[in-house]
Structures are given as C-alpha cells and as structure tokens.
C-alpha cells in the first residue's frame, strides 16, 4: 500500500454539511500508484510505501508517527515544497 497526501484548494461543503476550507489536508494509505494527481476540490500527492516505511523506521516515531510527520515525508519525497504549498489566494495554479 502506498501514502497519499491529499490539499483542499478549493472550499467546499461535505456530506456531513460541514465546511471545508482550502488548505485542509490529510494523509492515510492507498492503492493509487505513486504520482500527483487531480482530486476532487484538491490535489493527491502519492508516494511508494517501501519509501514511507524506510523513513519512519529512520525516525524517532517509529511505532506511531503523527499526521505532520507522514506529511513532511510524503513533501521530502516530491522534494519541492513550493509545489506542496498552495496559495489560498491563487485559486487558479499550475504545477511545472
């Protein structure tokens, strides 16, 4: 199974009715081959969970990462936080 980092770009109310704001993000697990990829109001930045695993058995989190760390692995692996970081002011981006 791979990561996924997933950035909302666009707000956007969910099922449950609750707003979401752009900028939210999360991470989890996935089936989806490594690469960035166009989601629904967001981007998906996808990494290889052999590379995943080697980072956190690097770090001090070895049993229990935290959601910031899978983040900060997930952007190390594209090595381009400027592509990670999306302006909430620039609805309309483009990635080179």
Do not use: H, Q
Request: glycine share 8%; charged share 30%; hydrophobic share 40%.
């Amino acid at each position: 199974m791979n990561w996924f980092l997933y950035i909302i770009t666009e707000d956007f109310i969910d099922e449950d009715g609750k707003k979401v704001r752009a900028g939210d993000a999360g991470v989890g697990r996935c089936s989806m081959s490594a690469g960035i990829s166009d989601a629904y109001k967001g981007i998906m930045y996808v990494v290889p969970g052999e590379y995943v695993e080697n980072k956190v058995k690097k770090s001090e989190m070895i049993y229990n990462p935290s959601a910031a760390t899978m983040r900060k692995i997930i952007e190390d692996y594209y090595k381009e936080s400027e592509i990670i970081e999306i302006s909430l002011n620039d609805i309309d981006f483009f990635l080179d």
